[in-house]
């Protein structure tokens, strides 16, 4: 039953987790027309945050950017609980990322960047799309690094 | 001449305010398609920031939450004013949450509910969104919460 | 050859830079139906930032409109290398500005009027779109200014 994006995944050595149910009166995700908006995601792991606190104090350059690939791993974990088939998946077409960072620290490039890396990994030349990438002094739960996205699909 | 959604907002006893006009050379929304992008909204009453300050500091959760939900009226009262009929609503898409948080402050989900919850209980399910919620140092005119929104219409 | 709005470009005496190449598996700029999605764009002058720094702090409110300024027009010139002519845009649909900000600075829509201005100035009435403006605590390389645009074209 596996697509190819997930067969991907498996060589990629990474196993979706389940999708995040909604918490709130909000959504993991809104479908509208052929778009997917995907909900801030934060890089939970096994369900509680796995990289917390902030880019240029205690979180350095590499952990930052497992947080943004985990990040990225929970948004494709909800495209396809949206989806069903992550080969539907036409285009990532916007990543927002948002870097809990402190004053000094003006790398959040190269911090969503394991997100990006991760988006083309798996969706190859569909998985290029636009961002944002800013710091902020603090986010949800005390996450390194919050990102959404807005995904085209077939 | 009040449709149903204006009903549900009377049974509320919510009065929605004049939709700000443009103060410069953006506008409150604009309709692209049947999306309806709303500018990012304050936590404006009777013409003014009725809840300024930060969270974690000087502003509690019940206030942060308030002035989402402050918010999230300024935003239908925008609706309302680009579709004349609420009732066209068929889906709040997206909201964006910015939180104004001391550093120490990883609750914006919780405050963001303020406006999550009212959006659900004016549009019911069609209220159910997908959003972000992340803090900030500052936002403007000092004021505790800013929402921007997506809107589908019909 | 050139269109409407870049005659409208050199009245203002702008020179569009070279739009900025991708730096990494993001892009600068994606289409999506006939919505033009242009990732976060830094004041950029001559291949690096122009104007970086804190708003409240050691940037002026003058030369943090600049910054915005800037931005704009390194959007117009990612809308022109998607699009090709300029007449094809339709309307600036959104504006997402972030301002690093010290924690008193809450002019942020005054900011960001440098972009909006900008963006009147040259497509007139389809250049008035929705926005969000919020304060950051720090951005990429330390820019005063960054904003992302949604733009609908034909």
Chains 1, 2, 3 share one sequence.
Do not use: W
Not at 27 to 50: D, H, Y
Not at 126 to 135: E, K, L, N, P, T
């Amino acid at each position: 039953m596996a697509g190819n994006t997930e067969k991907t995944l498996a060589k990629l050595g990474i196993a979706l987790p389940q999708a995040a149910a909604p918490a709130a009166n909000y959504v993991p995700f809104v479908i509208s027309g052929n778009l997917l908006f995907v909900s801030g995601q934060l890089p939970m792991e096994n369900g509680k945050i796995a990289i917390s606190g902030t880019l240029g104090d205690s979180v350095s350059l590499e952990d930052g950017q497992k947080a943004a690939r985990l990040c990225a791993i929970n948004i494709i974990a909800q495209a396809k609980a949206a989806l069903g088939d992550l080969d539907r998946v036409r285009r990532v077409v916007r990543l927002g990322g948002f870097v809990a960072s402190a004053n000094g620290f003006t790398d959040q490039p190269r911090v969503v960047n394991g997100a990006s890396d991760l988006m083309v990994a798996v969706f190859g030349d569909a998985g290029r799309h636009a961002r944002a990438a800013v710091g902020v002094n603090v986010l949800p739960l005390g996450a390194a690094v919050e990102i959404d996205a807005i995904i085209e699909f077939a």
